[in-house]
Structure formats: structure tokens, C-alpha cells
């Protein structure tokens, strides 16, 4: 779990990196690598490709855990409130005890509290790509809307916490150096070997937005089911199954399903995002439009 841009903000309104500079990814370069989709795509056709924000794969993680500490500080505080009151109820430095950890703990309290209001806002932050007005429309977490032209947002990958790698845009003021907005794509890489892998999905954008659909519709398998519904606890399996591949161990099952509890409070409180319709009708799907694919599309 990575959430860089939601509990830690991006840093703006600085002038661009050394690691910035050095691993840029240009829309205008051709790479050749494998190129992958990562279950990422919520619709795809002629205009437009809509893809998933970086925290839809593990959302409801911080919440789980969230949920978890303010459980185990209520016990405490229950646990010792209980001692104070039928065991040692004259004695003063009990009471001054209760009273210290009640108010040590507040601030977790109001940490905790706070991270799992952050989850619960939007189901996902989508991310739309023009290819015909060449702009991309992105939900920010507090539900406004950035729109930016696709040839003008300085694209690169980025060290974000401990080994992890993401794709960030960054929105560059006049002067061409100074970084006033960033935002991510939501496929993420751990170590450099990764870091090289995941370009395969910067690939999968810039050639959609390059070369049009035809380059990259044959590799899209599946895609997301949450435009119009929210998540439901199937779908949630086999997108894990997915995700993991390989990897889809009993033991990695167990971790998953421990976030499962968070997830789906998060989703059930969470709204469904609607774009305004403005970029609605900047976005038309044409009828019967071969490179057409959303949910619906899915194999059985």
C-alpha cells in the first residue's frame, strides 16, 4: 500500500528534479517494451480511454488499519477506565492516570479518524484521456477536476515511499520549471526492476494517445465494473486474482481478505464519481465504435 498524494501531499510549486529530469517519459518517444494494461481500464473507445485512480487497488487497507488502532486504544481506555472506577476510585493519581491517557490519546484518535474520512470520499479518482481534443480530465481527491493538454504535462517516474516507483504528470507553470500540480497514474512498481516493467503501462497510455486505439486494444482483457455500480465483493476476488497472478498464494489471500472488512465500509459510504457534463460532451462515443470496450465487454 502506497499513499503518496493522500496522507503525504505531492511537493509543488518547486522547480523540477534532478530525478525528475533524469527519468522522464516523453509522449513523443516510442519505447519498445511489453506493453500492459494492469486492469486498469474503466472504458476504452475511439475518444477517450478512462482509467483508475492509484488507490483503487488497495482501498479500504487504511481504514482496516485505522479501524483497527481505535479499537485497540477503546479497549485500553475502557479496560483502565474499569480499574479506575470499581478497584481504585479514591485514588487520585488513578483518575490523574485516566485522565493523561485520554488525552495522550486524542491526537491517534483524531489521526485515525481523519485517515479513514480521506477513504471515504469518492469509489475511485478516474483519470480521462482525450486522444481527439488531446486533454486529460482528472478527479482530484476533494472532487474538483483538473484538465490539462495532454502534450504540455511533463510526464516521469518518480521514487515515492521506502522502494516504490510510480508515473507521475506534472502540471508545469509558464516558465516550464516550476511544478504547480502533480498527479499519478495508478500503475506502481517496487525496486528498479519493476521500475523498468512498469513503463510497459506509461507505453500503454502514450500509445493510445499517439497512435490511437487500434495500437493497444487487442491486449485489454477485462475492464473495471465501477463506472455505474460500486465494487461488489466478487469482482473484488477476481481482481485480486489478477493483481497477484502467480503470486496468489493462501497466505497472500489471508492478507487481502483482512482488508476486505475496510474495503467494503469504504465503498458503501463512498459516492460514485460523475464527470461534469461539459467534458461529458467533449467526450462522445460514436455508435457501433469498433475500439468500444467497458465492462460489459467482459468475458463470461
Known amino acids: 500500500m502506497e499513499y503518496t498524494g493522500l496522507l503525504k501531499k505531492y511537493k509543488v510549486n518547486r522547480p523540477l528534479s534532478s530525478q525528475d529530469r533524469e527519468n522522464q517519459l516523453r509522449q513523443d518517444k516510442r519505447l519498445n517494451i511489453k506493453i500492459a494494461h494492469e486492469l486498469t481500464v474503466i472504458e476504452i473507445n475511439s475518444s477517450y480511454l478512462e482509467l483508475v485512480d492509484k488507490f483503487f487497488f ?115 507553470a509558464d516558465d516550464g520549471e516550476t511544478v504547480l500540480e502533480t498527479f499519478a497514474l495508478p500503475a506502481l512498481a517496487h525496486g528498479l526492476l519493476e521500475k523498468e516493467a512498469v513503463k510497459g503501462y506509461w507505453e500503454f497510455v502514450r500509445r493510445y494517445m499517439e497512435e490511437g486505439p487500434t495500437s493497444v486494444i487487442d491486449i485489454i482483457t477485462g475492464c473495471l465494473p465501477i463506472k455505474n455500480q460500486k465494487e461488489t465483493l466478487a469482482f473484488s476476488y477476481h481482481r485480486l486474482a489478477f493483481s497477484l497472478g502467480s503470486s496468489f498464494s493462501p497466505f497472500m489471500i489471508m492478507y487481502y481478505l483482512m482488508d476486505y472488512p475496510g474495503r467494503m465500509l469504504v465503498m458503501h459510504y463512498s459516492k460514485i464519481p460523475q464527470w461534469p457534463r461539459e467534458i461529458e460532451e467533449q467526450c462522445p462515443v460514436e455508435p457501433n465504435d469498433p475500439y468500444f470496450k467497458d465492462a460489459s465487454s467482459n468475458p463470461d
Not at 58 to 87: D, H, N, R, Y
Not at 125 to 132: E, L, S, T, V
Not at 155 to 166: D, G, I, K, M, P
Open 58 to 172: 488497495w482501498k479500504g487497507g487504511l481504514t482496516t488499519v485505522c479501524i483497527l488502532l481505535l479499537s485497540a486504544i477503546t479497549i485500553m481506555i475502557a479496560s483502565i477506565l474499569k480499574i479506575v472506577i470499581f478497584e481504585r476510585a479514591e485514588e487520585l493519581e488513578a483518575w490523574l492516570m485516566l485522565a493523561f491517557i485520554c488525552i495522550g490519546s486524542s491526537p491517534l484518535i483524531w489521526l485515525f479518524s481523519n485517515s479513514i474520512r480521506k477513504e471515504i470520499k469518492l469509489t475511485h479518482y478516474p483519470i480521462k484521456f482525450n486522444r481527439k481534443t488531446r486533454k486529460i480530465h482528472a478527479f482530484r481527491l476533494d472532487g474538483s477536476i483538473l484538465t490539462a493538454n495532454w502534450d504540455e504535462v511533463y510526464f516521469t517516474q518518480a521514487r515515492v515511499t521506502s522502494n516504490y516507483w510510480e508515473i507521475q504528470g506534472h502540471i508545469l
